[in-house]
């Protein structure tokens, strides 16, 4: 069975930084395309980031250049390390498993002073 497990979610300072992890079960996740997306209070979710089973990377313009999707095979796990984090940051973090259609719980990021 498949599943997804986020945690890493805070509150953070504006300027600070986070790392969510995404825990894969059921699957290899170098073996499928695996995503971050966002999702904030009244606006449609959106694709953050994305690593391919190549390792080949791509992000979302508005969190290029601060945010890194990466993994580690022997934990299994995929990462969102963050940095310069902005209030409009703010949104409930989800991981995809995209051969799978799966998607983890969401873990709840708010960045306020």
């Known amino acids: 069975q498949v599943q997804l497990v986020e945690s890493g979610g805070d509150l953070v300072q504006p300027g600070g930084s986070l790392k969510l992890s995404c825990a894969a079960s059921g699957f290899t996740v170098s073996n499928s395309p695996m995503s971050w997306h966002r999702q904030a209070p009244g606006k449609e979710r959106e694709l953050v980031a994305t690593i391919t089973s190549g390792g080949y990377t791509k992000y979302a313009d508005s969190v290029k250049g601060r945010f890194t999707i990466s993994r580690d095979n022997a934990k299994n796990t995929v990462y969102l390390q963050m940095n310069s984090l902005k209030p409009d940051d703010t949104a409930v973090y989800y991981c995809?498993?995209?051969?799978?259609?799966?998607w983890g719980q969401g873990t709840q990021v708010t960045v306020s002073s």
């Open positions: 995809e498993a995209a051969f799978f259609g799966s």
